[in-house]
């Protein structure tokens, strides 16, 4: 901060909380808490020039780290449908084995990262992104109930999330009990497994 800057300062009232937590987090990063407010309020306004939510941003940045820690790989949407599509019906069961087995590795990588009262909000837009969805909802009503809309999507493709799905679904405890699909289309109910 300039001296001119520092002359023509005022003072800004926050709740004596966040004041603490700026005071410890400062002094162990070695800055002053003026620079640190500075340059954090500098970098918002920046991001809501451009139309940037932050909060979305940082969700959207937890969201691909937990991503790339979980070793996926981004490929173009187009690609993932044509290696798809050339599934031959003999190898078909056991292509969706290995998306559902995939799914529940990554369910249960999941359940070891996010707490189980955010994973269900996560997975859905995680899922919207990641597959390229047009919409997503996951309910949480006496069971669970996922469903997704994606317009350019095969029936092949379809079959594929729902399985991917179903793997993730079970590893945090839930299993099938009703589905409904089409192409691009679906709607799976889950209840939970009892546990024994």
């Not at 005022?10 to 002053?32: A, D, H, Q, R, V």
Request: aromatic share 10%.
């Amino acid at each position: 901060m300039t001296e001119k800057q520092q002359e023509e300062g005022k003072f800004l009232m926050l709740p004596s909380g966040i004041i603490e937590k700026l005071k410890e987090y400062t002094s162990n990063k070695g800055i002053s808490p003026t620079s640190y407010t500075t340059n954090i309020l500098e970098t918002v306004f920046e991001a809501e020039k451009t139309g940037i939510d932050l909060n979305e941003a940082i969700r959207e940045y937890n969201l691909h780290r937990i991503k790339s820690k979980a070793g996926t790989v981004t490929i173009p949407k187009n690609n993932a449908a044509h290696l798809i599509s050339t599934i031959d019906e003999k190898n078909k069961e056991k292509h969706l084995q290995i998306w559902q087995e995939s799914g529940e590795w990554y369910g249960k990588f999941l359940s070891k990262r996010i707490p189980s009262t955010e994973i269900l909000n996560f997975l859905e837009k995680d899922l919207l992104i990641s597959w390229g969805l047009d919409e997503v909802t996951i309910k949480n009503d006496d069971g669970v109930e996922f469903s997704f809309v994606c317009f350019m999507m095969s029936p092949e493709f379809t079959e594929v999330l729902i399985r991917y799905a179903q793997g993730i679904f079970h590893a945090l405890g839930y299993r099938e009990v009703e589905k409904e699909y089409l192409r691009g289309l679906a709607k799976v109910r889950f209840s939970r497994i009892p546990k024994t």
